[in-house]
């Protein structure tokens, strides 16, 4: 099995099993029925503008109030860093909800710098696998979740496409999954732009109206089709997000999966669910039985507080 093939057949098995249990209340998420976010908000990223300062990283930090790094932002020695054999670059973790990575590309004597974070899907596989419903995904577009909810299943980790949700291998005791959230609460419900959209010297990010954006972006691309690939990435993939990337090299060599389809991973989900209909039985008996035990111990941990502070 290729490793394309095998990551969806792992996104979708994992996905189908927590499908049946949110498949009512998320009807409207399942592919061909989703009307969508027509004014929803989101992030054009143009890659050509990219000097790789990092300030961007070091915003995210400060905003989402995240630990001090092992590497200051200052340190430009992070883009020679690689994994797995050095087929792999940095991306997001616990600690970073966003990373820039710097690539070499053919032809080209300037490295492309490519910032990478939750691309806030407009069919969020995330959401749709997620069988506690942590997730949501808001009017503005933002794809958020509530931790108080998330048991630590990481079926979100298989399901999204882009591999962005990280474990919190740190929290020993309940740990959770951990992403961008578009700064939903301090900035972009209150109509401001994120805050690595705000600090970027650059002006490598463009934040408005997703449909505004496309019409941006595909401007841009006519006004100067020497300089960009002929192509928005994240207009149609896996069903359209609210982050889009322009760029000057070919997305495949900066890492971006081409290979991805432009129906949500949903769609994916439903060919699995008649293939082995046993993970259907057992997966959301599993979790929710997790679920129980967590919730159980978070409120025991609540009582304990409310308790502390009643106290005097
Ligand atoms: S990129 Fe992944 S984590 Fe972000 S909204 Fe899409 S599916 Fe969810
Ligand atoms: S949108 Fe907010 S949370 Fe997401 S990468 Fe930018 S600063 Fe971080
Ligand atoms: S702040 Fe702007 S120029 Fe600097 S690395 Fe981030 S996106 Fe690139």
Not at 240 to 252: T, V
Not at 294 to 307: F, I, L, P, R, V
Request: hydrophobic share 35%; with cysteine; aromatic share 8%.
């Amino acid at each position: 099995m290729s490793k394309v093939s095998r990551r969806k057949f792992l996104a979708g098995s994992l996905a189908g099993g927590a499908a049946v249990m949110v498949a009512p209340a998320q009807k409207a998420l399942a592919a061909g029925n989703f009307s969508g976010f027509p004014d929803g908000m989101g992030v054009l990223v143009d890659m050509t503008r990219c000097v790789g300062c990092r300030s961007c990283e070091a915003a995210c930090n400060k905003e989402q109030n995240l630990p001090a790094p092992e590497q200051s932002f200052d340190d430009y020695s992070v883009f020679d860093q690689t994994f797995h054999h050095g087929t792999q670059k940095r991306r997001p973790t616990e600690g970073a909800y966003t990373v820039v990575n710097r690539y070499e590309t053919e032809g080209s004597d300037k490295p492309t710098y490519r910032k990478i974070q939750c691309m806030h899907c407009n069919e969020p596989s995330c959401l749709t696998s997620c069988f506690v419903k942590a997730y949501t995904k808001t009017n503005e577009g933002a794809v958020i979740y509530d931790e108080h909810v998330c048991v630590g299943c990481r079926t979100c980790m298989v399901a999204c496409p882009h591999h962005i949700p990280a474990y919190s291998y740190s929290r020993v005791i309940d740990p959770v999954v951990k992403k961008c959230i578009f700064c939903y609460e301090t900035r972009v419900s209150k109509g401001k732009p994120p805050a690595c959209v705000d600090i970027c010297p650059a002006q490598v990010m463009t934040f408005g109206k997703r449909k505004d954006l496309l019409r941006i972006a595909h401007a841009r691309i006519k006004r100067n089709p020497e300089k960009y690939q002929d192509e928005v990435f994240g207009e149609h993939t896996v069903g359209g997000s609210a982050w889009m990337y322009l760029s000057g090299a070919p997305f495949e060599e900066l890492g971006f999966d081409t290979d991805l389809p432009t129906e949500p991973v949903i769609s994916n989900v439903k060919g699995f669910l008649g293939m082995v209909p046993m993970v259907l039985a057992i997966w959301p008996a599993l979790f929710t039985g997790m679920h129980l035990l967590a919730t159980k111990n978070k409120d025991h941990g609540h009582e304990d507080s409310h308790a502390e502070e009643g106290e005097e």
